[in-house]
Structures are given as C-alpha cells and as structure tokens.
C-alpha cells in the first residue's frame, strides 16, 4: 500500500529538517489512516494545496482507539514533542475516538508522487503499490 498525507507547510518544513519525528491522525470516526496503514509502507507527503515535498518509509505505527477528551490531552503530553502539533490542533482534536501515530525513517525530500485521485476533503489517501505512473505534482492538485 502506498499513503499520500497531506501536510501544512509548516509541518512539512519541521518534519524535512528533522524537528518533526511523528504524524498523528486523530479523528471522531474510523477512516483511514486508522487500521489502514503498516510499518515498511511508503508515505508520500504532499502539502496542502502545494507540491509533493517529501517520501518516507513508515518505521512504526501506534492505533489508539475509544479517546476521551482526558486520554487526547494525555496523549497530547505524551507525543507532541515529536508531533510539534499547535495548540489550536490539539483544540480541535480535543473529542477524537481514534489515532494514528506514526514514526519514519528515510525521509526524504522529493517533488513528485503517485497520481492524486479527487480528494473529496480527505487529507489522507490508500492506494494499491501499484497505483500508476509518478507525476511532479501540481499546486492546484
């Protein structure tokens, strides 16, 4: 399976220069990436509204399901030093019932990536390995 997460600039920039060491996906139902990801995948990181800016290999991944708001500022404690999430981002995760958290290894920075599919407001995209051709991405993708 390969990922296409889509990323803020910002976070794209700290996870390329290394301050930025876990993703975390937090979420009130059951959608991907939860259940649907496993280490060794490729992750493609794309940013919102931009180009394809980095490839990784997925090294672990951490499913927490039935969040409270208690366990989400727990787990806030527990992982923002490498999710370096803002505050306003942990506000708005505060009623999750599900994560993802995932470390990498052999990030790299990178331009293109798979072919996106319509994205329908999802920042989060499974596809089979053998999805297609790679293409430079477009800002307006």
């Not at 496993?38 to 951490?62: D, L, W």
Request: charged share 25%; hydrophobic share 45%; proline share 5%.
């Amino acid at each position: 399976m390969i990922h296409i997460a889509l990323l803020k600039r910002n976070y794209l920039d700290m996870l390329l220069d290394g301050r930025k060491t876990m993703e975390s996906r937090l979420s009130i139902t059951r959608r991907a990436p939860f259940r649907a990801v496993m280490s060794g995948e490729s992750i493609f990181f794309k940013q919102s509204g931009g180009p394809y800016r980095a490839h990784a290999i997925i090294n672990q991944v951490e499913f927490i399901d039935g969040l409270t708001p208690r366990a989400v500022r727990a787990l806030r404690t527990r992982v923002n030093g490498q999710v370096l999430g803002e505050s306003a981002y942990w506000r708005s995760k505060r009623t999750a019932k599900y994560a993802t958290l995932l470390t990498f290894r052999e990030i790299m920075p990178c331009d293109t990536g798979p072919a996106l599919p319509v994205l329908a407001g999802r920042a989060w995209v499974c596809m089979p390995d053998d999805a297609g051709a790679m293409h430079t991405s477009r800002a307006a993708a």
